[in-house]
């Protein structure tokens, strides 16, 4: 099992640059190689590094340093598993390194450098980007392809990028990426093997096909991942055992946020959060939040007896979320961060079944403290709406009151996109089902645009700007 503990990190610096390797406590072989890095933000001086292993390590270390000498290192002793999994998890956090600053890094017994950039400073007021997906799950043969299974549609169209692919040639656009929940839909593996989509890899070995998805997917990812803070929200996929198949087969890492847990790094020790299920981080003008719509909040959809059928959660005591949201809005000095910006992957301002539960829950909060962006996954396409103040729109160039809100959950995964009801709920401004993913732009504290970008081809299918009368 595995610790739910952050990871607390030791740095140390060591004095000739050849030194460094010397420290690592494992010895590197295949087994203790890295694979499937990826970053977060642990604060505008920090950086959290995660990455697999095929086995456990005593001392988790990065080396790293503002030039290629790696010549400092952090270590920490996470290094965790769990029931079907093949890999093992390692987490280190470095801290006390400069913001808006490039460093070179390599986890140890790596074969190649990456360079991450740290968070601006929060308060700077720069301009910059960021990048949001929702919904993404594997591409190829075990997840979104040219082709699909039975009951699947909108297979890629032969030449059409993937949205991995789309981030990947614009990654010079973006400082970061927020993927807002549902991640690898390795949940899938029943349903695409019922429809014939994929061949088992064998029938009685409880985990295999999962944990073969989960592992693609974070390879895939890796690209992206190792080289901009990859920031995640929980999704109902990362608890879901209704795979679509009248089998009941669920297996251990599937349950309760396991391989989502055991994954990720997410600054909630930074921000008094709880894990990877909610948590706050500053950013240039921005102060962002992750709020978790699947667990712990009245009627949460996915707990025992919530209708995302899901028996997960909680993860902390009962009120514990909300009142940490309420606090952590408080507590936001808008002369510093004039922008918030919030997630939660499931809607409800949405042209299809919307997460009532959810804005009972949240909406107040975020109305109260003047939450200038709302975003969320979940629904398979695209759709932004106005500024809305509980169901009432405000233009969103018309200085709002209320949150703007954006639904996208169309990066693309095996079940394809979906189908929104018409007529369109009156807050909404703009519908897109095309496979895609949404570029930020905060310019100053006065303007803060998007651009829904298709995957297939990069090409710009709408563009929306909030203005707050503001002085900066
Ligand atoms: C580098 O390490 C990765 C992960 O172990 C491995 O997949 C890759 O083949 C290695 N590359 C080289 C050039 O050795
Ligand atoms: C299937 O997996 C089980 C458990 O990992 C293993 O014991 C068995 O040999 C595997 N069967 C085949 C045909 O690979
Ligand atoms: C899910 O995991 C949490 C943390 O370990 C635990 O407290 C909770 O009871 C689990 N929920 C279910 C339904 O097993
Ligand atoms: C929101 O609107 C509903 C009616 O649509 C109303 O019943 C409710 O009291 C309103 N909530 C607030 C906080 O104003
Ligand atoms: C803020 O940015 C917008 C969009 O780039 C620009 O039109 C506007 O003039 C800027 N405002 C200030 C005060 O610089
Ligand atoms: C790019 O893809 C979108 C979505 O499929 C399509 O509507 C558009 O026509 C394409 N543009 C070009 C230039 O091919
Ligand atoms: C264990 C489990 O959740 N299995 C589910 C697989 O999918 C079917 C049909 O959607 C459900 O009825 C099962 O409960």
């Not at 801290?95 to 950039?117: I, R, V």
């Amino acid at each position: 099992m595995f610790f739910a503990l952050r990871a607390v990190t030791v740095v140390a610096f060591a004095t000739a640059a050849l030194a460094a390797p010397k420290t690592n406590p494992d010895q590197c072989n295949e087994n203790t190689a890295p694979f499937q890095i990826r970053l977060a933000y642990a604060g505008d001086k920090g950086m959290a590094v995660s990455w697999n292993t095929k086995q456990q390590l005593a001392n988790p270390t990065v080396y790293f340093s503002k030039n290629e000498i790696l010549n400092r290192f952090a270590r920490s002793d996470i290094s965790t598993t769990y029931p079907t999994s093949s890999t093992y998890n390692n987490h280190v956090v470095i801290t006390g390194l400069k913001s808006d600053t490039t460093y070179y890094y390599m986890p140890a017994c790596g074969n190649q450098t990456y360079t991450f950039k740290t968070a601006r400073r929060a308060g700077s007021s720069t301009e910059f980007s960021f990048a949001m997906i929702g919904d993404m799950g594997t591409f190829g043969p075990d997840g979104l392809s040219t082709t699909v299974g039975k009951g699947a549609s909108n297979p890629l169209k032969p030449g059409e990028k993937t949205t991995i692919e789309s981030l990947m040639i614009l990654k010079d656009s973006y400082d970061f990426v927020w993927h807002v929940g549902d991640i690898a839909y390795a949940d899938a593996w029943l349903k695409e093997e019922k429809a014939g989509y994929i061949t088992p890899v064998n029938q009685t070995d409880g985990g295999a096909e999962y944990d073969k998805i989960l592992n693609e997917f974070y390879g895939q990812v890796e690209e992206i991942s190792s080289i901009r803070p990859y920031m995640v929200g929980p999704g109902n996929h990362e608890a879901n055992c209704d795979n679509g198949s009248d089998l009941e087969i669920c297996l251990p890492g599937q349950l309760n946020f396991t391989g989502y847990r055991a994954h990720w790094n997410m600054p909630s020790a930074e921000s008094g959060g709880v894990e990877n299920f909610w948590y706050s981080w500053d950013h240039g003008s921005v102060h962002f939040i992750q709020f978790n719509t699947e667990t712990d909040f009245p009627n949460a959809p996915d707990e025992p007896g919530g209708e995302g059928d899901e028996d997960a959660g909680p993860f902390a005591p009962s009120g514990s979320q909300l009142a940490w949201l309420k606090k952590d809005l408080a507590s936001v000095d808008r002369k510093k961060t004039p922008w918030v910006i919030a997630s939660g992957h499931r809607p409800w301002y949405v042209s299809t079944t919307e997460c009532l539960e959810c804005q009972a829950a949240f909406e107040p909060l975020l109305l109260q403290y003047g939450v200038d962006l709302v975003l969320h996954g979940h629904k398979h396409f695209y759709e932004r709406h106005a500024a809305v103040d509980n169901g009432t729109a405000q233009e969103i160039d018309a200085n709002p009151t209320a949150p703007w809100y954006i639904v996208n959950g169309a990066a693309g995964h095996y079940d394809g996109l979906d189908t929104p009801s018409l007529p369109y709920v009156p807050t909404s401004r703009k519908v897109i089902s095309v496979y895609g993913w949404n570029l930020f732009t905060v310019h100053n504290c006065t303007h803060l645009s998007t651009q829904f970008i298709a995957s297939g081809n990069n090409s710009i299918l709408d563009t929306a700007t909030l203005i707050k009368d503001r002085t900066c």
